[in-house]
């Protein structure tokens, strides 16, 4: 499992009280009740805990798994020599 999908699912848990046991890759997060603000709000502790910018375009983002994949490309673009699948560490927390 990849360290941003295990931030995310940690973060949904602890900000959303979603449960883990929903926190699959495939969950989509308009059946978990994550809208759009949600979304928005996420992205911001995104951007803090990886330091890295989201940029204000919209993207086509159904599951869990859709947003750590976007997560590890946006990690992988903004910071080329850190590898996406080993996110820092205090990330997780």
Known sequence: MSTTLHWLQTTLIKDYGLNADQLTPEA???????????????FFAVEDAFQISVPQEQVA??????????????IATQHPKQDAQHSPEDAIS
């Open 61 to 74: 983002l159904i599951s869990i798994g859709d947003v750590a994949d976007y997560i590890d490309r946006l």
């Open 28 to 42: 989509s997060l308009e059946e978990l009740g994550v809208d759009s603000l949600g979304v928005m709000e996420l």
